[in-house]
């Protein structure tokens, strides 16, 4: 199987954000807070609504949150 191909800031965000925990962001977007684990360890790829929720929670556009692909290359 291969990799998550679906990249996210939602860690740097969080702490951006006077280091919210993963259970805040959790309650904020209603989901556990394993949940939140494994979006941040590109083990889960979000629902669109949980995407659009979870970018709603941090008050940024879609793309300021989630990419698709490898953004490393650079």
Same mark, same amino acid.
């Given at each position: 199987?291969?990799? !998550?191909? /679906?990249? !996210?800031?939602?860690? @740097?965000? @969080?702490?951006?954000?006077?280091?919210?925990? =993963? =259970?805040?962001?959790? &309650?904020? /977007?209603? /989901?556990? @807070?394993?949940?939140? /684990?494994?979006?941040?360890?590109? !083990?889960?790829?979000?629902?669109?609504?949980?995407?659009? @929720?979870?970018?709603?929670?941090?008050?940024? =556009?879609? &793309?300021?949150?989630?990419?698709?692909?490898? !953004?490393?290359?650079?």
């Amino acid at each position: 199987m291969g990799k !998550n191909l /679906v990249g !996210n800031h939602i860690r @740097r965000l @969080r702490f951006d954000h006077n280091e919210m925990t =993963q =259970q805040q962001l959790a &309650d904020k /977007v209603g /989901v556990t @807070r394993q949940t939140i /684990v494994a979006l941040e360890r590109g !083990n889960y790829s979000p629902s669109l609504e949980l995407a659009f @929720r979870i970018a709603l929670a941090f008050n940024l =556009q879609l &793309d300021e949150v989630f990419f698709y692909g490898d !953004n490393t290359k650079k």
